[in-house]
């Protein structure tokens, strides 16, 4: 059965058809600048007669539902299409971003969960109502086919109480739903399994702690196939230094600033997001490549930012270790975790050797590969693992439609 995948945000799509047998991609791409002027769609078949080719439609799209139209268009083109009609399409996956504490696993899409998606909004005020607007666009375009949905919170509601709830009065939780929600989900229940895979244990019985590291970055405690921790919180500001996220930082900093700087709480906020994190540190640099490469040079800016990250990874791991009293494997994901050998490296040397961890340099300098980077006699694994978000929601979107 081929698999819709669907990603939607306010102003861009993005999608992949995935086949969820064989879990082969046969195409995939994205959808720029929806409803802005210069919008564009860009489609990559992986099968058929331009195998392999980028596609680039500039074209104007005022809206998703033009948007979704043109990608359907596209999987079918007699010239570079992957599918005959989308009558091949069995199914569709959408990429949530909060279900709350009622959605606490994938689910086929009704009215009742769409209501309870629409009652999560506030929660997830950027997110939850673009990922809303591609759940009725794929909808009214093919109303027969079964959705599911799949949340980026969900696999963290197993967290225990100890580790969701702030040191806040209790009625804010029953109140307003504060507590520790913790993102990325799908990205490290997909990541933890695979490590039980490649290290041939069962999930069910390892300790893993998962590093995904890209612009917005996390690591969840995965302790006998359960999250018992993560490091985002109420919202995917906390937990770690990002590209241009602050990470966990005094709350007291906020109204301090508000009057040093002369702004208001939403401008605060904004700073918090969107100028903070590795950009802030470094002044101005958030692509990880350039940090990596002004360290090379000695750079100062990149040296502070690169050591206020990698140290902030190694003492949350610290604490997760302690949460699962033990670990079995580490493992590094996303664009700065599968590409940042280096960092790696210097991480497990400066900071992990109290875990036993030793690295096998050449395993480590290997790029593209699911590998464990750790030496045979290293106590606990250490591994690098590309991460599949699409494929996971593409597999529980099977199950569900199966059930
Ligand atoms: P997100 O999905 O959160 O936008 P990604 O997982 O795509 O993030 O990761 C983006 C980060 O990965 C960027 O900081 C980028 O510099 C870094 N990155 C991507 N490729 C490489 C590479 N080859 N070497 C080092 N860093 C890389």
Avoid at 34 to 48: E, L, N, Q, T, W
Avoid at 340 to 349: F, H, N, P, T, Y
Wanted: with cysteine; charged share 25%; hydrophobic share 40%.
């Amino acid at each position: 059965m081929n698999v819709f995948v669907v990603n939607c945000g306010s102003s861009s799509l993005k999608y992949q058809l995935i086949d969820a047998q064989s879990e082969v991609v046969l195409a995939k791409g994205l959808c720029e600048r929806i409803g802005i002027d210069g919008s564009r769609i860009v489609f990559k078949p992986a099968c058929g007669k331009k195998s392999g080719e980028k596609i680039t439609i500039e074209a104007p799209m005022p809206d998703h539902t033009n948007a979704i139209r043109m990608v359907l268009d596209c999987l079918v083109n007699e010239d570079y299409g992957v599918i005959r009609s989308l009558d091949e399409i069995g199914a569709i996956g959408h990429r949530v971003a909060h279900g709350g504490e009622k959605l606490a696993s994938s689910v086929l899409l009704n009215d009742d969960v769409v209501k309870e998606i629409e009652e999560c909004c506030e929660l997830a005020p950027l997110h939850n109502p673009a990922n809303l607007i591609g759940i009725r666009v794929c909808h009214e375009l093919m109303p027969d086919v079964p959705m599911a949905a799949v949340f980026d919170t969900a696999f963290h509601q197993t967290m225990p109480r100890k580790a969701y709830l702030y040191g806040l009065p209790y009625r804010y939780y029953t109140d307003y739903k504060i507590r520790r929600y913790g993102f990325h989900g799908t990205s490290h229940r997909y990541v933890s399994q695979k490590a039980a895979q490649i290290l041939g244990v069962p999930y069910e019985s390892l300790k893993t702690i998962v590093c995904h590291l890209g612009n917005g970055a996390s690591i969840c405690a995965v302790e006998n196939g359960r999250s018992v921790d993560t490091s985002m919180g109420f919202t995917p500001v906390a937990g770690l230094v990002m590209g241009t996220r602050c990470g966990d930082i005094d709350p007291a900093i906020v109204e301090y600033l508000t009057e040093k700087e002369h702004k208001d709480v939403h401008e605060i906020n904004r700073i918090l997001n969107k100028e903070s994190g590795i950009y802030g540190l470094s002044g101005g640099l958030v692509d990880f490549r350039d940090i990596r490469k002004g360290c090379q040079e000695g750079d100062e800016k990149c040296l502070r930012a690169m050591d206020v990250f990698m140290y902030n990874i190694a003492t949350r791991v610290g604490a997760y270790v302690a949460a699962m009293n033990g670990v079995d494997a580490i493992v590094f994901t996303a664009g700065i975790g599968e590409n940042g050998d280096q960092m790696r490296k210097d991480i497990c040397e400066q900071y992990w050797g109290y875990l036993g961890i030793k690295i096998d340099d050449e395993k480590n300098s290997l790029s593209g590969e699911d590998v464990v980077i750790s030496t045979p006699d290293s106590k606990v694994k250490v591994l690098v693992i590309g991460t599949n978000e699409e494929l996971m929601i593409a597999r529980e979107t099977m199950a569900l439609v199966k059930e």
